[in-house]
């Protein structure tokens, strides 16, 4: 089982950005697609953008487009989320984890091996 490791949170403004990271330890998930989700306080964990096993497919969610972006270094074994534009609404702690699927998905149940998570906030 792919375990994955996310760094790269922390406190900005509105209207900044962070790049979070997520790094796998142990095995390869160089032929699973990563996702990212979220979990604000008090409300269910939700899925935020996933890439593929060869980057070519990524899925996002609505409320995210056109600020986050979603790559991955294959080199590197690493998959980095680019959040732009931050919201106090994006304010969260966020994990990734490897799908059983080389395909991007935004299917929960699809995903193991969850990091511990990165904490994100947004003061506004």
């Known amino acids: 089982q792919v375990q994955l490791q996310e760094s790269g949170g922390g406190l900005v403004q509105a209207g900044g950005s962070l790049r979070l990271s997520c790094a796998a330890s142990g095995r390869t998930f160089s032929n699973n697609a990563i996702g990212w989700f979220r979990q604000a306080a008090g409300k269910d964990r939700e899925f935020v953008a996933a890439?593929?096993?060869?980057?070519?497919?990524?899925r996002y969610a609505d409320s995210v487009k056109g600020r986050f972006t979603i790559t991955r270094d294959r080199t590197r074994d690493t998959v980095y989320l680019q959040m732009n534009s931050l919201k106090p609404e994006d304010t969260a702690v966020y994990r990734c984890?490897?799908?059983?699927?080389?395909?991007?998905?935004?299917?929960?149940?699809?995903?193991?091996?969850w990091g511990q998570g990165t904490e994100v906030t947004v003061s506004s």
């Open positions: 984890a490897g799908a059983r699927t080389p395909v991007a998905t935004e299917t929960i149940t699809f995903y193991s091996g």
């Open positions: 890439i593929g096993w060869n980057g070519g497919t990524t």
